[in-house]
């Protein structure tokens, strides 16, 4: 990888994949973990190269990007959080990619008092706004602001039975619970809860056992490649309901690896994905061009993620609170402007960023409503937006 200006590479026993930049004279220091390899990595890698289009100056302070591979491992994770918190006294954590390696490391940012944006989904890592929760913020779209969209969506396809196969752990849990509730809200019956790890090979008998069901629809709760699994299976059993996904579905390398069996799945995602299909008018859609033109600017046309996208508004929100815990007069560096920081972040209001808009509270620490949302479904190997969903 290539950086230019006064973006610097730095590479340290594998782990510590870049330092960005100036490490000498950086005030602001930013740790970031993400999953750039494991069964996560194709989320990570864009959330990875995201980093190099944040900015090097915020508010006058020059900014430093500590990057560590936690490789999609929540031991690892843990161990990047205590490393930034302890050996490089960040005043901010980014990351990671997951839910549970985010759960993990929530406790080390409420320890440590450092505040961190989590880039993972689950609203459990923020809700209720208590414990080690108070300092952990996130940027994707929480659980239940989708599954709403999904089971509205559902209701509009005359869908009234639904199976559910899941990851087999945090992300599968949460979209287990909120998809439940959403459902059950428009008359619609859960008939199974189905599991499978991230790194499973097969799901045929999970899938067996939802068939025997005869659902109208299944839901597929999981994120990155491993989503391809069990919807490979649906097809190539012959299902001919509806197949849904959920957000963390989102991403160019699930319709390379599943190709035309991904023919036709629909799912809830944030507008950045289609932000060349949406009306002008659309409030989401300027904000979410600029990241999409840096992006494709340096990495070239169509390479845009939505989970790079999540990276890009973590930078946003710190792009926004830095200024304002600087007013505070605590120097970077200091437990006092680590809880300046996360004070600012709570006072963030009307951001608009690549995936909606952001308004954070000290009992919203998401921050985004139904203007972070569209429907998306698969038709002709593309994602196309679908306004009447």
Same mark, same amino acid.
């Given at each position: 990888? !290539? #950086? +230019?200006?006064?973006? *610097?590479?730095?590479?340290?026993? &594998? ?6 930049? /100036? @490490?000498? %004279? ?56 205590? !490393? #930034? +918190?302890?050996?490089? *006294?960040?005043?901010?954590?980014? &990351? ?6 985010? /759960? @993990?490391? %929530? ?77 059950? @809200? ?182 985004l409503d139904e203007r972070g949302r569209v429907m998306v479904k698969v038709v002709g190997g593309k994602w196309t937006y679908q306004p009447d969903l």
């Open positions: 990888m !290539k #950086f +230019t200006k006064t973006i *610097g590479l730095t590479l340290c026993a &594998g782990a510590l994949l870049a330092t960005l930049p /100036l @490490a000498s %004279s950086a005030q602001i220091k930013v740790g970031v973990t993400v999953s750039a390899t494991g069964p996560a990595a194709s989320l990570g890698i864009p959330e990875r190269d995201t980093v190099a289009l944040l900015p090097t100056e915020i508010g006058g302070q020059a900014v430093q990007y500590i990057v560590l591979d936690d490789a999609t491992d929540t031991t690892q994770a843990v161990k990047n959080i205590r !490393k #930034f +918190t302890a050996d490089d *006294g960040v005043d901010v954590v980014l &990351g990671t990619s997951v839910t549970p390696a985010s /759960l @993990a490391m %929530s406790d080390v940012a409420a320890e440590t008092g450092t505040p961190m944006i989590s880039v993972a989904a689950s609203a459990k890592l923020v809700e209720p706004v208590d414990g080690p929760r108070k300092w952990v913020f996130k940027t994707p779209q929480n659980d239940a602001l989708m599954a709403r969209a999904l089971a509205d969506a559902m209701v509009k396809q005359g869908v009234k039975t639904l199976g559910f196969i899941g990851f087999s752990d945090a992300y599968g849990d949460g979209w287990f619970q909120e998809m439940s509730a959403a459902a059950k @809200a428009k008359g619609i019956q859960v008939l199974g809860d189905e599991r499978f790890a991230r790194a499973d090979t097969s799901v045929t008998g999970q899938i067996l056992k939802l068939l025997s069901a005869s659902p109208d629809g299944i839901l597929i709760a999981a994120s990155g490649t491993p989503v391809a699994l069990p919807q490979r299976e649906l097809v190539n059993r012959g299902y001919k309901g509806t197949i849904y996904q959920t957000h963390g579905a989102a991403n160019n390398d699930v319709l390379r690896v599943c190709g035309k069996d991904c023919e036709g799945m629909i799912l809830p995602a944030g507008p950045l994905l289609v932000a060349d299909q949406l009306p002008d008018s659309h409030p989401v859609k300027q904000s979410a061009l600029v990241y999409k033109k840096a992006y494709e600017d340096k990495y070239g046309a169509g390479t845009i993620n939505t989970f790079g996208g999540h990276m890009w508004d973590a930078g946003k929100l710190i792009e926004r609170a830095i200024p304002e815990a600087l007013k505070s007069g605590a120097k970077p560096g200091t437990p006092e402007f680590r809880a300046a920081l996360r004070g600012a972040l709570e006072q963030v209001h009307e951001l608009p960023a690549s995936q909606g808009v952001f308004n954070m509270s000290p009992t919203e620490h998401a921050g």
